[in-house]
């Protein structure tokens, strides 16, 4: 099994920034692709952004493509969302997200969920 442990959510203001990282362990974590997902309340769990094994392919909402990026670090087993330029709509709780699937863009594909790092904006 794989287990992810989120941390960096905070308070902001818009126009500012913030880094989340997920830390990854488990035997079967090698191999697997990564996901951010997010959940404002009221609203379904919805996908944010998502990277292969390698690094080499990375791909992201429309409502945050071009202010957030994705990256991994597999020698630390530590996977990133930079956020930058926030906005209050981006106020959510955020997921990290890991599976077998070469994909992760929708929930389904989702093998394994960390427990959520809250993530404020106000305007």
């Known amino acids: 099994q794989v287990q992810l442990v989120e941390s960096g959510g905070g308070l902001v203001q818009a126009g500012g920034s913030l880094r989340l990282s997920c830390a990854a362990s488990?035997?079967?974590?090698?191999?697997?692709?990564m996901g951010w997902f997010r959940q404002a309340p009221g609203k379904e769990r919805d996908f944010v952004a998502g990277?292969?094994?390698?690094?080499?392919?990375?791909y992201y909402s429309n409502s945050v493509k071009g202010r957030f990026t994705i990256s991994r670090d597999n020698a630390k087993n530590t996977v990133l969302l930079q956020m930058n330029s926030l906005k209050p709509e981006d106020t959510a709780v955020y997921y990290c997200?890991?599976?077998?699937?070469?994909?992760?863009?929708?929930?389904?594909?989702?093998?394994?969920w960390g427990q959520g790092t809250q993530v404020t904006v106000s305007s």
């Open positions: 997200a890991a599976g077998g699937a070469t994909v992760l863009r929708v929930r389904g594909t989702v093998d394994y």
């Open positions: 488990g035997r079967t974590w090698t191999g697997y692709s």
């Open positions: 990277i292969n094994w390698s690094g080499t392919y990375t």
